[in-house]
DNA sequence: ATGCCGTGTTAGAGTTGTCTAACAAAAGAA
DNA sequence: TTCTTTTGTTAGACAACTCTAACACGGCAT
């Protein structure tokens, strides 16, 4: 049974293992992550690794074990599917549900989880447009292109947002855009690579590239 | 913000300081409720009067502020909701809900917990036949006799259990019997207080005093 | 190769909560 | 009242974290 706090760690540590730069999950990183001191991370880690869910020696980058990478698939599958419930049965807003699935995540009970999963009949996605893993870890690829990356003319659905932070969810929601929403790229500004879209209200708007970098859609044909 | 540990003793102070026996509440019976030791108990006890939750001095019974009996109604409130949302929408069994409620008690979002309210249609009773305190801390107070004394002929309905211990409950389902469920009482033995019971599928049960000593009911005409 | 700087590690202390063991107060019995 | 038993309290230690401060390693530039 692992305690709350050595979950969290286990799950910051998965994202950084998994993200693109896998190399930066170093001390630091991991400690920047979670809002503590190096010092806290580095004997976090050498418990984890005294339960053997990371390999660490000292002075190396740490990864996970197969029952380590196990354990956080359970985890962000517990923290995804309290998202979607949060979403579609408590109206709660996509940007604020994160949180509360953070503490919710914690709870120990394999049946609430299936259950759970049940009730939600069987989400692929959550509301952020992230996949869900199954009981056995296995969960969907998302198809994906990056905004930024579509031809004026095209037509989209947006299918995922790389950035969940309050501030970038909050945007979205003024924009009155959310995952499903369809677009259409009007024009690419070849000076700042900005873009100028048609919105879903029929209106029109101008985004930044940094913007467009942090959203996924589907190209709709 | 309390910790989870301190919120499990403010609802045992609660409980024990509530039910019929309100003086049974002290060092000892808080320690042997949260099975833990005496001196546990007692530094939490000194924590809790710190914060101002609870009235102590050493050697005398503690009692709750109000702003302790409040809080303690609010931990009551979640772990209801929590209990019933499960056996309503989890297919939890009713005895397999105190255990994860228990848990899911400590998530802290005022938003969670009146949207579970809402999205459940502010149920006035857990499925246990306990009351649901509201937002303020009101809460119903059920209409009950024991069943230990209702004279036979009469027929009545169970609405609530003293005791919920997963025993007991068992003990209920293999009967058959449920909140709801409705009964006629076919004989009462003086030699030992049992009661001859005809049960909703047609049977006949014969019970002790002790088990009608645990049952809520609300007569019938 | 040498030195520097960022990254990583250790030692030691504080907090929350637990325990055991020893002691003090209150309550009940004689 | 006095003795005994129960109940409650304290001191000191341990575990799971956290931190600060000091130190070790390693990569990079000169």
Redesign the interface.
Known sequence: MLSKNEEDYLKVLFHLLTGEGGDRAGTNQLAQQLEVKPASANSMLKRLSEKKLVEYQKYSKPILTPLGRATALQLIRRHRLWETF?FQ????AWD?VH??AE??E????E??IE??D??LGYPKFDPHGDPIPDAQGNMAVREYELLANIAPGQRVRITGMKDSSTAFLQYLNDLGLALHSELLVLEHIPFDNSLRLALPDGLTAQVSEKFALHVFVLRLD
Chains 1, 2 share one sequence.
């Open positions: 949060l049965k408590l109206n709660f604020e949180e509360v503490q919710l914690h709870v120990q009970s049946k609430l259950q759970l049940r009730f």
